[in-house]
């Protein structure tokens, strides 16, 4: 394809033998490789991947070089030799280099921790997704291009070395080092190689071996002392693994899984084959101190990780554009795997909050991009790792399984798996596998998904009894549709409801045109709703009277499903943003939830309260202290009916609804839960009485004691309890807390702190996070960005995901032409090539909010009136 940086094909790899001497005191490598070639053509030059990496010799069958060059640029390094080598032939490339182990969390890197002993100790470890192979050795660093691999690495004897394979022999070597060999992988492409060394413990258990020839066995790997806070992920990934081999009836191919909790790590984990590498909040949960939060995320992040397994690294894409095969199916299938082995999590109506909405609020901006972007660069690769390759593309899939039932998605999956075996594949390959299995031209309606920008709002109207109008066009949250946005009619699956007995021929009414007409028969009820279980990807924007028809309802108990009233808040809540509706429609349809007590569904209506407090946050006071008394006012009873205690064996959800609740109605300044926040806390700190704080409502603590009157006091006894933490996961809970403070100084503080020695570099997005959240600080912090933009660049250039998330959280919050303006002068004179699609996004953000407040701020104003929550106007 045009424009893609891609090697030449004049030789082809197909074994690398690999050998890597790392240096844990000075942070160098040492590296020594004979790859195995194909000559597809008579050449003299080698061009292949190269990055920070020093070559010393190379020779072609014994040949040395003639000429070593670089190319910074494109990240190559050619060699050059005396004379050609012949079409059809092999040859073998010997080639000894050296290299950094940077604090980059990226390429082969290191690690730092503090052991039992207070000692610092650093390992070793790769991160090599999506173009960083080639920093830890010269390699064809394209996933298309596979071999296999024998890696050897020598490391100090005491301690443990890893790769993707299983240990094949061991043995001394001088200066008290040892010599580890792995096995030959299978054939895989260069960015799922790993292999890490450290001092590190381990626990293990087998899979049950019904679905493999058997058992495999899976061990969990962290520094020692903590090992065994991965249980719980053991535990699900020997499920996990199970359940994937069954679904797919693939056998898992590799001999062992090994899962490892690195202390620095700039994703959330990465798929490696056979190695997988988390970070140590998404690997690590102690039941007795961890956050039950975080059990959910460990839990989904392990399925994930060994969704990949088979979708990517088994049947790999064949280029970047294709990523969302790799992260949208295993984001989907991931789910699937945790609604089997946790059914009462209720996880696919939590994925309509968790993913569903968090694609449609990515792709509702003009500067989204479609499922399958073209990537040429590789700067371009790390900025498509959003919520459109993952939720955009899981939600396509789930929405195509309800469709076509998840059975036959599945056998259409396994046609797909067994016809790409260790090769590569585009979506096309899997349309035509899912047509097959369906009898479907699924590629004919499902291409505009993932090709095209965006997704439809779909305007129903009301014409007549038992008749409604359906009109698609282009869903943006600006509202400023024009008609060159609009010229995409996509294919809807409207899952339309009468109530329980639904014929069937309404059920499955499909819109492939821009406008269509539905009668319905004669029902009792005048009821009707679109997106049944919300598993359509569009928006419905009904006539007022319908939507106070669906509040109704809601607050009469008939519509039970929890998706669909998730459906209607959210629907309404973005309606509301964009302009199609109004932020007083919205109001009053949440003002019918005040007997809601479903976890899920509050998340929902929280985020989109949320937002609205968020956008208004400089608005006149008591038109926001209005809105926080609204806030209250819906969530203050089921608080105080929960209570702050939490019973033994209570169902997850439950336990999720009072931490978050308490939370709610606590920083919304509840008096009551703000003075029992307090007199936690201050047993808590004072008195060293853990018991009056259970780790599930820590955080919320935190924040809410800050927020309400903590000052200088309670922000050093809160970092003292960051300090002493004995989990990652209660760290972050005091990281995001810390961004509370009211007062300026301790807003600077908290900003210091951020990038100081004491908080990871991967961390900082915590920092910032509760930060941005915080309406006193979000300046500042915008401020504080542009004042340190050197060391933010510095230390997070390379790690291009972070820049991102740094950007977007330090200005995605304003809402004024000002602040849009002063963003734009900033990075006026600066190269934005690697994080433009961050810094359009967050801009198209501001500007979202601007318009918003300027169209609805009087609509805000006199709804608060009407209903009691303004006051001293």
């Given amino acids: 394809m045009v424009g893609r940086q891609t090697l030449p094909t004049n030789v082809r790899p197909f074994h690398y033998d690999l050998t890597l001497t790392p240096d844990l005191e000075d942070f160098t490598f040492k590296g020594s490789e004979s790859i195995t070639l194909n000559i597809n053509e008579n050449t003299k030059t080698i061009t292949l991947n190269a990055n920070q990496i020093e070559v010393q010799t190379a020779k072609l069958n014994s040949i040395d070089s003639s000429d070593i060059s670089y190319d910074d640029k494109k990240q190559t390094v050619t060699f050059t030799f005396p004379s050609e080598v012949q079409a059809g032939t092999l040859a073998v490339l010997h080639i000894d280099f050296t290299g950094i182990i940077n604090d980059k969390m990226n390429g082969f890197y290191r690690s730092s921790y503090t052991d039992a002993s207070g000692n610092q100790k ?6 090599f997704e999506a173009t960083d192979a080639r920093r830890a050795f010269p390699c064809w660093d394209e996933p298309a291009i596979k071999a296999t691999f024998n890696i050897t690495l020598i490391v100090p004897s005491d301690l443990v070395a890893l790769s993707n394979m299983n240990v094949i022999s061991e043995k001394p070597v001088e200066n008290n080092k040892k010599e580890v060999k792995f096995s030959q992988t299978p054939i895989m492409s260069t960015y799922l190689v790993a292999f890490l060394t450290g001092d590190l413990a381990y626990i293990e258990r087998y899979t049950t ?44 191919p590799l001999p062992k899984l090994d899962m490892v909790a690195i202390p620095d790590f700039e994703a959330g984990a990465m798929e490696n084959w056979g190695l997988v590498t988390y970070r140590t909040a998404a690997i690590l949960f102690d039941p007795k101190a961890s956050d039950a939060r975080f059990k959910q995320r460990v839990a989904y992040t392990v399925a994930h990780e060994l969704a990949h397994q088979w979708f990517g690294n088994l049947v790999t894409m064949e280029w970047w554009d294709h990523l969302w095969l790799n992260e949208g199916f295993a984001t989907w299938v991931g789910y699937l795997a945790i609604d089997e082995i946790f059914p009462d999590w209720d996880i696919w109506t939590q994925f309509v909050v968790e993913g569903l909405q968090l694609g449609l609020k990515l792709d509702s901006l003009r500067s989204s991009h479609p499922i399958e972007v073209p990537v040429n660069d590789p700067g371009e690769i ?3 790792f959003d919520s459109i390759s993952y939720y955009k593309g899981a939600s396509v899939i789930r929405m195509l399984s309800s469709y076509l039932g998840v059975d036959v998605l599945l056998a259409g999956v396994r046609r797909y798996l067994n016809a790409h075996l260790y090769g590569n594949a585009s979506t096309d390959d899997l349309w035509e596998s899912l047509s097959k299995e369906s009898g479907y031209d699924v590629g004919n309606f499902m291409t ?18 038992n008749t409604i109008h359906i009109k698609q066009t282009r869903f943006l949250s600006t509202g400023d549709v024009a008609p060159e946005d609009d010229t995409t009619i996509w294919w809807v699956p409207l899952g339309i409801t ?36 919300e598993v359509g990807i569009f928006r419905v924007n009904y006539i007022p009277e319908r939507l106070k028809k669906l509040g109704k309802s809601v607050k009469n108990g008939e519509l039970t499903n929890i998706s669909d009233r998730v459906g209607i808040v959210a629907d309404a809540g973005a309606l509301a943003v964009s302009g199609y509706g109004k932020t007083s429609g919205f109001l009053n349809l949440v003002n019918e939830f005040g007997n809601e007590d479903q976890y899920i569904v509050w998340v929902e209506m929280n985020t989109r309260i949320a937002d609205i407090v968020s956008v208004w946050f400089e608005q006149p006071e008591p038109i926001y202290q209005g809105l926080l008394s609204f806030q209250r006012n819906l969530s203050s009873k089921l608080a105080h009916r929960l209570g702050w205690e939490y019973p033994e064996n209570e169902d997850y959800l439950t336990t999720m609804l009072r931490s978050f609740i308490i939370k709610v109605a606590g920083k919304a300044g509840d008096p009551e839960i703000v003075k029992e926040a307090k007199r936690r806390f201050e047993l808590f700190t004072e ?14 603590v935190f924040e809410i004691v800050l927020r309400h009157g903590g000052g200088e006091k309670e922000f050093e006894a809160i970092l003292n309890i960051f300090r002493n933490s004995p989990t990652a996961d209660q760290q972050i809970c005091v990281l995001v807390a810390l961004g509370s403070v009211q007062q300026p100084e301790l807003i600077q503080r908290a900003l210091e702190f951020s990038i100081s020695p004491e908080v990871r570099h991967q961390d900082v997005i915590y920092s910032l996070s509760g930060l941005q959240i915080n309406r006193k ?9 542009k004042q340190n933009w050197d060391l933010f660049e510095g230390r997070y250039a390379k790690s291009l995901s972070l820049f991102g998330h740094i950007i977007k959280c330090a200005i995605e919050s304003l809402s004024s032409d000002e602040a849009a303006n002063d963003v734009e002068k900033f990075f006026a004179n600066k190269d934005t090539k690697a994080y433009a699609r961050s810094l359009e996004q967050s801009l198209e953000n501001i500007r979202k909010n601007t318009a918003w407040l300027k169209r609805d701020a009087k609509d805000v104003e006199e709804w608060l009136a009407a209903n009691g929550y303004l006051k001293n106007v």
Avoid: C, M
């Fill in 382 to 384: 790390y900025q498509i």
């Fill in 122 to 127: 650093y390992l070793a470890t790769t991160q």
């Fill in 498 to 533: 009468l109530g329980k007995s639904t014929p069937a021929n309404i059920k499955s009414q499909v819109l492939t045109t821009k406008e269509a007409e539905i009668t319905f028969p004669q029902v009792e009820s005048d009821f009707f709703k679109l997106d049944t279980h």
């Fill in 687 to 700: 008195k060293n009485d853990q018991s009056v704080l259970h780790p599930n409502i820590r955080g919320a």
């Fill in 209 to 252: 071996g019904e679905f493999n020839e058997k058992p495999v066995l899976i061990r969990v790997y962290a520094i020692k002392g903590s090992e065994t806070q991965g249980a719980f992920a053991l535990d699900v990934a020997t499920k996990a693994l199970d359940h994937f081999s069954r679904i797919f009836e693939i056998q898992y």
């Fill in 448 to 465: 505009g998904w993932t090709r095209k920008i965006g997704y439809p709002v779909l305007n129903v109207t009301e014409p007549q009894p």
């Fill in 777 to 785: 600080a979000r300046k500042p912090l915008w401020d504080f960005i």
